[in-house]
């Protein structure tokens, strides 16, 4: 089994509202991502886990929350968003990486987030 | 980190092959090139990687040259399914366990029956 799942596919938010993104791997993998996407751009990097801890926060605003309970389960907690934020949020997982060996990172399909 | 640079879009016709180029000219040592390509409404998908060797799989080939400074996606024969945006990225083999990708923008490439 190769799937990264993510739920919901899709979420509409005000701006006070408290929300969370859900990813989900069965592959093993110790290394787990947050990417956001706007329209037309590329995925940017915003979190990594390692071994479930943060190892990479890329100037992420607080009001993103990331939690990895279990080296299968990666969460992204939302609140007072603003509509700037609205965008497909990927995840992915990997191997985590080593000196003489780099790994392919698996995606999911992404939860477009919509904050009104 | 390492930039690359992409063409913005590319043509290609049905069951002809493909060859998307990469300028990478900041490349370390250390650094992995990736390619990734992202279908339209999906993740993103690995597509091969390689250091310093030439490199094949089921999906395409990666030419790397000699210097490192370029390299080359090579779809053998493309179908309507590998329209997509291909992205070429560097991955910094010395950032230890974080996997760290970057992306650039990527090239669109449109397949034509």
């Known amino acids: 089994d190769t799937e990264v799942t993510q739920t919901p596919k899709h979420l509409v938010m005000g701006m006070t509202n408290k929300k969370s993104l859900k990813c989900e791997q069965h592959?093993?993998?110790?290394?787990m991502y947050w990417y956001k996407q706007k329209a037309k751009k590329p995925p940017e990097l915003m979190f990594v886990?390692?071994?479930?801890?943060?190892?990479i926060n890329e100037s992420v605003p607080s009001r993103f929350s990331p939690e990895c309970p279990n080296s299968s389960l990666l969460n992204l907690h939302l609140h007072a968003l603003q509509p700037e934020d609205s965008a497909l949020y990927l995840c992915?997982?990997?191997?985590?990486?080593?000196?003489?060996?780099?790994?392919?990172?698996?995606f999911g399909p992404g939860t477009r987030l919509t904050v009104t | 980190d390492a930039k690359t640079t992409q063409p913005n879009s590319m043509e290609s016709n049905e069951e002809e092959p493909v060859h998307l180029p990469c300028n990478h000219s900041t490349i370390s040592g250390t650094d992995y090139i990736h390619w990734y390509r992202q279908l339209p409404s999906q993740g993103p998908e690995y597509v091969i990687h390689g250091l310093t060797s030439n490199v094949n799989n089921r999906m395409a080939s990666l030419a790397i040259a000699e210097d490192r400074k370029s390299s080359t996606l090579i779809l053998h024969r493309a179908t309507l399914r590998d329209a997509a945006v291909y992205y070429c990225?560097?991955?910094?083999?010395?950032?230890?366990?974080?996997?760290?990708?970057?992306f650039g923008q990527g090239t669109t490439l449109q397949v034509k029956p």
């Open positions: 990225i560097l991955r910094d083999r010395g950032s230890g366990n974080t996997g760290k990708l970057i």
């Open positions: 592959m093993g993998h110790r290394a």
């Open positions: 992915a997982s990997s191997q985590v990486p080593r000196l003489a060996a780099s790994y392919e990172q698996y």
């Open positions: 886990y390692s071994y479930e801890k943060l190892s």
